[in-house]
Structure formats: C-alpha cells, structure tokens
C-alpha cells in the first residue's frame, strides 16, 4: 500500500515592511525613536532613563493609522442580510 502524501502548507511571502511598519524617514533624525539596544548602550543612567522616556512618548503619541485602519474596515462592512 502506497502512502498518501500531505501538501504542504502554503509559503507566506517575507513582508516588506518587517520591523516597523512606520516610515521614519519624515522624521528628524534627533527625534526618531531609539531602540532597545542603542538605549542600553548608553553608560549614564538618567541619559537612558531620558531616553526610555522620550522613545516611550514617542510610540504613544505616533500615528500608526489605526483610526483609519478602522475606519477601512468599518466601511467595508456588508450587511449579510437586508432589513
């Protein structure tokens, strides 16, 4: 008796935006977030705490199109049945 073979799953194409999906070029560059590792680097302790500080109000207060992410998807809402 010959086994039946398993397809394989389908292969999901590398996302181009890995990472952040946020483009930082418009950015000042004295104003981009700092990440984990270039936070840690820095020797005095209330530098790093500053900087924590600012790359934490930064993604806080950073558009990331979520509101009109939602609204897309609030549009493209069909009714599955008419009333």
Request: charged share 30%; proline share 8%.
């Amino acid at each position: 008796m010959q086994k039946e073979k398993k397809p394989l799953p389908p292969v999901r194409p590398a996302r181009a935006d890995s990472g952040t999906a946020i483009d930082l070029t418009s950015v000042p560059v004295n104003e981009r977030p700092l990440g984990f590792q270039e936070i840690i680097a820095v020797k005095s302790f209330a530098e790093r705490m500053a900087l924590y500080k600012r790359t934490r109000d930064y993604w806080a207060t950073a558009d990331h199109g979520l509101d009109e992410w939602v609204e897309k998807a609030r549009v493209a809402q069909t009714p599955m049945f008419k009333v």
